[in-house]
């Protein structure tokens, strides 16, 4: 077997992963050994695709599909204690006509938080419609406890339905609300970001809900912020003080860093009132904040074909938005072979972790550029891989069967461990699932 090889480039950091034979397992011993066959579980049973995975403090795993929960024990097996057999099915609001779920998260207390959308039929009595215009359309967010079951002091019954009052495109019409991402702060407070349908355009919100699910009146007007000019917004990310950072768009190249303080008002003391513009291809799902309050984000570098892979060059922002040129001027590119795409997130110790879609080689029973492996990445605190993770920084992560298709789906990061979770496509698609030890003893 040929070795792993770290090489240094005028361009960068290279890892030369693409030596090594398709059967190398990578990170032999961080594969969390007591989580399925190896640390890997293709989830058995389960129909619906997979949207979102979290993490449960008991060490559990909660997937999500469009129509229902399923819960995994510790060792990967489906826990029948939960719901209804392991699984609890989404229940139409009343006048509901059509609702599913998108992502899924876990509070301070270990009760599972599981944010949709919920579309209304014009005879609901929600909204007084005019005839063939828009259906109105409300963010649905859902709490349960530990064992599946819907929290009773959550909302009505444990179900809210809100558009945190925003506009609707025009008179006649109904409020479109799409949420797109989620968080919890440390006040169990469930933080959303998406868009919704303006008269001239669709705009982009962030709004807030308190821990029994009301729309906050504490965070900016009424519970929601609403920027203007911008089309795009990205995972939200709350620091030590509950404040708020996401990354939006302005069109395809232009983004932009806002942080809101705790009140959901734009906090004067970052960039230029509150934001600032971050240069290059930035994904907007790429921040990070630090122990020490620092922001990353990552600019994503394009290859040449059969001459330079892909790869991201990390940027570091002190707390007060400006760039921290210590880091900028030591901080490497790194250029990974057959990288496809990644999810970033940082672990209890502010280091960063990627998840990455790693692409095939070309192979008669393989059309080159497909996702064939997923990779868990850990970089230190200079930005470089930490080539004490894995194999020269990584752990590969292959689900085995003939010629799969594996797409990453999210990346959860709880105490000291992470679950990548994906869909893995043969000739169906079936949930993956990947649990890895970040500290192991």
Known sequence: MKKIKLLLAPLGILLALSSLSPGFVFGVGLLDPDFGNEGKV???????????????????????????????????????????????????????KEASFSLVLTDSQGRIVV??????????GVHNLVEGRDLPRQIMIQRYLPDGKLDPSFGTGGTVL??????????GFAPRVFPHNAEIDGQDRILITGNYRAPASEEIFVGRLSAGGEDDPSFAQDGVYTPSGYEWVGRPVTDKQDGVFFITSRGPHKRVLIHLAETGEPDSGFGDNGGRPVSGTVGLGSLGIDAYGRITFFN????????????????????????DRVFAENAPAVRVPRLYDWQTRTDDQGRILLAMELKNTAKRDRPPGLPVALGLMRLRADGAPDRSFGAAGIVRIQFGG???????????????????????CVSRCQSALARIRLNPS
């Open 42 to 96: 293709v989830v058995p049973g389960f129909e619906e695709y997979l949207l979102d995975a979290a993490l449960l403090p008991d060490h559990r795993v909660v997937i999500i599909g469009p129509k229902q929960l399923l819960a995994l024990l510790p060792s990967g097996e489906v826990d029948r204690g939960f719901g209804q057999w392991g699984q609890t099915q989404l229940s139409l609001p009343s006048g509901a």
């Open 115 to 124: 944010v949709g959308a919920c579309d209304f039929a014009e005879s609901s």
């Open 162 to 171: 809100t558009d945190f009052g925003l506009p609707p495109s025009g008179p």
């Open 300 to 323: 994503q570098l394009f290859g040449q074909r059969g001459r330079l892979p892909n790869g991201f060059r990390i940027r570091r922002l002190l707390p007060d938005g400006t760039l």
């Open 402 to 424: 003939r010629s799969p298709e594996i797409h990453l789906v999210s990346l959860q990061v709880q105490g000291g461990e992470a679950l990548l979770a994906g869909s893995r």
